[in-house]
């Protein structure tokens, strides 16, 4: 640029470089105050995005007990299906509010209570009473009536809930999908 | 009047230029082949499904709740809702199948070859993109498949190490499958993979325009990264056509007969569901996946214990790192598929696996048939001459649920091996040890069974074999 108008003599053009070099340096000024201001707007703006878009890989679930009915609906050495309303359901759950679970009633003080979800992929598993097998539809895993594997792919034996008898009802720690990362939930302290 | 309607627009919008730069740009006239029509097949099944997409976001609700009843009003009430749900249904199939071929068509012509590396490294990450797309369209459709499906998705995530708790916690969003797990697939469906899609879908096509389309391979013209570019200019200088009008002619028929094809079998087969009401309290069901995912219902199956969790985490990661990667390790030489035995060795082995392990999938024969136990018929000959204990054992075999597993006159489950001809392979000691004990995949019925009958339910198995074939026998007895 200052080449270009070599008669309007050297002073002029000393001038002219020396506006745009400090014009450029202005820029740069500018370019990394802007950058600097967005990348604090930018975390001010997402880091709390973040926050809530992952906050339920912290698991802030509360677990509580839930009843699944009164003792003399599981009668002593038999297992029968019961179902309970998950405790933090909310208004549009709809039906996958309710929860089933096998209750397996030892004798008259112990209990059993299975979650529905096969050990190996989490498909619901089916109690065959004449056999005494819990089987599952999807990849044919099976387990006696103690929970423990049978046969088939599942890892384990089925998981289990944390329960209780507390005036004459059956109480669960219910409320979770059962995982091989997280088989029980325990009561908290 | 209407031309300088026309230059005034030119003059706005470059038009002309817009056009020399894109559609009119120069290809090699050996690309006007039908084998290079499956990338725009691709996009035409895309295009069609966010026209489908969002006319059924009219009528869908989001809503645990209420999603499974809209569906069932798309399907029974809405005006052609039905017909919307099938071609959406039929395009995210075809879409799946054209962008496979799409993806074997370049594996095949070297198309991932220098200068191409980041067209496939994009064309990858798309084809994984749409098969989350089939994956939470699946869950969209919340019906019993959908429900459980999220179990199983959930069942994977536990096999995380280490923070595998908290991953089932963040697929869920929250404890345990819910109203938030839906419309958090929704979100994933209808904004953010979508989104992703469109990004990826510009990069790639502008990939295409810099580096140009791949030229038909010949056998022994091999690429070498100093000469490729300069020959492949020289190439288009010299022979090179308008894409527009010389080559889309043979893109434009082959989407005209793939929009007929998803038209009309969304008309002749329809909608896909929804299956039962997402109720997880109607335990009576056996989920199975789309057919996209039949290989991997399948696989699980049938691999070892010990090696599933791996295959789960380890195998897709592996796997997709050498297809992403494939450019970067196999950049240069040879393109043509003449010339590459190993490569068509891979995709024959691909497709056969894929092929053998989805038709296992569609019929299950590891699973138990639930009802077998009280529906499963017997054969009259099955009964006939025997004595009241060996009958007593067939109605054992019958209520003791032994035909979930084993299949009697082709009758009943598949798990264990039919029991037609039981007597011929296993003695009678060997029968009572197998019921008491189990063994392999088979439960130890010792603890429900009475001795009695053990006694007649092997008497009866001891009868199961042709007249023609020996009974088995204790080799060391004799």
């Not at chain 1, 549009?92 to 008259?108: M, Q």
């Not at chain 2, 893109?251 to 929009?259: K, N, P, R, V």
């Not at chain 2, 590891?366 to 067939?394: C, D, I, K, V």
Request: hydrophobic letters at 45%; proline letters at 6%; charged letters at 15%.
């Amino acid at each position: 640029m200052s080449e270009s108008n070599s008669d309007c003599g050297c002073k002029k053009a000393a001038l002219a470089k020396s506006e745009s070099a400090g014009s450029v340096s202005r820029r740069n000024l500018l370019l990394k105050i802007g950058t600097g201001l967005n990348a604090v707007a930018g975390a001010l703006v997402g880091v709390p995005l973040l926050g809530y878009a992952l906050s339920s890989f912290a698991r802030t679930s509360k677990t509580s007990w839930i009843t699944l009915g009164s003792l003399d609906k599981f009668p002593e050495g038999e297992t029968r299906l019961a179902v309970y309303r998950n405790p933090e359901s909310k208004a549009w759950d709809g039906d996958t509010a309710e929860i089933p679970c096998w209750v397996r009633r030892v004798d008259a003080e112990s209990f059993q209570v299975f979650a529905i979800n096969c050990t190996h992929l989490g498909c619901p598993v089916r109690w065959f009473q004449e056999s005494r097998l819990f089987m599952c539809p999807c990849h044919g895993g099976a387990f006696y009536e103690d929970g423990s594997h049978a046969s088939g792919p599942p890892p384990r034996g089925l998981f289990q809930y944390e329960h209780k008898v507390e005036s004459g009802e059956l109480k669960v720690l219910g409320g979770h999908l059962p995982s091989l990362a997280e088989p029980m939930r325990k009561e908290e302290s | 009047m209407l031309r300088s309607v026309a230059l005034w627009l030119e003059d706005r919008l470059h038009l002309a230029k817009l056009f020399q730069s894109t559609a009119g740009h120069k290809v090699p006239p050996s690309t006007n082949s039908w084998f290079y029509v499956f990338g725009s097949g691709t996009l035409l099944c895309f295009v069609l499904q966010i026209i489908t997409g969002t006319l059924l976001a009219f009528v869908y609700q989001p809503s645990a709740s209420e999603a499974w009843a809209s569906l069932q009003y798309l399907n029974n009430e809405a005006f052609l809702g039905w017909f919307l749900r099938a071609i959406h249904n039929w395009g995210s199939i075809f879409m799946v199948a054209i962008m496979s071929a799409h993806l074997i068509q370049t594996f095949l012509f070297g198309a991932y070859k220098y200068p191409r590396e980041l067209t496939w490294v994009s064309g990858c990450v798309l084809f994984l993109c749409t098969l989350g797309m089939a994956f939470t369209g699946q869950i969209l459709r919340f019906d019993q498949d959908a429900y459980w499906g999220l179990g199983i998705g959930a069942s994977i995530m536990g096999r995380v190490p280490f923070i595998g708790a908290q991953m089932v916690h963040l697929m869920l969003a929250g404890s345990i499958i819910a109203g938030e797990t839906l419309s958090r697939f929704f979100s994933l469906h209808v904004f953010v993979v979508p989104g992703t899609i469109i990004a990826l879908l510009s990069l790639h096509l502008r990939l295409v325009l810099n580096k140009g389309i791949n030229e038909y391979p010949t056998p022994g013209h091999v690429v070498v990264k100093e000469t490729y570019e300069t020959q492949y200019e020289d190439m288009i200088k010299k022979t090179g056509v308008p894409f527009v009008p010389n080559v889309i002619g043979k893109d434009l028929i082959f989407s005209a007969f793939l929009t007929i094809a998803i038209t009309a079998c969304a008309l002749f087969f329809g909608p896909a569901g929804p299956s039962g009401p997402p109720n997880p309290t109607l335990i009576h069901t056996a989920p199975k996946p789309d057919f996209y995912f039949l290989p991997v219902f399948a696989a699980l199956s049938l691999l070892p214990a010990y090696m599933e969790t791996f295959l789960l985490l380890g195998l897709p990661v592996i796997l997709i790192a050498i297809l992403i990667l494939l450019p970067f390790y196999s950049g240069t030489g040879e393109k043509s598929y003449r010339r590459r035995p190993m490569a068509v060795v891979i995709v024959m082995l691909g497709l056969l696996t894929l092929g053998v392990l989805a038709y296992l999938g569609t019929f299950t024969p590891w699973s138990p048939h639930m009802e077998a136990w009280s529906n499963a018929t017997t054969p009259e000959a099955y009964f006939q001459g025997r004595s009241p204990l060996e009958l007593q054992g067939a109605i054992l075999i019958q209520s003791k649920q032994c035909r979930n597993c084993h299949s009697l006159g082709g009758d009943g489950g598949l798990r264990g091996p039919a029991l037609d001809t039981v007597a011929t392979r296993l003695t009678g000691d060997q029968l009572i040890r197998q019921v008491i004990q189990g063994s392999g995949n088979m439960p130890a019925y010792g603890k429900n069974l009475r001795p009695a009958e053990v006694t007649a339910l092997v008497a009866y198995m001891e009868t199961l074999r042709p007249s023609y074939q020996p009974a088995a026998r204790v080799a060391s007895k004799h």
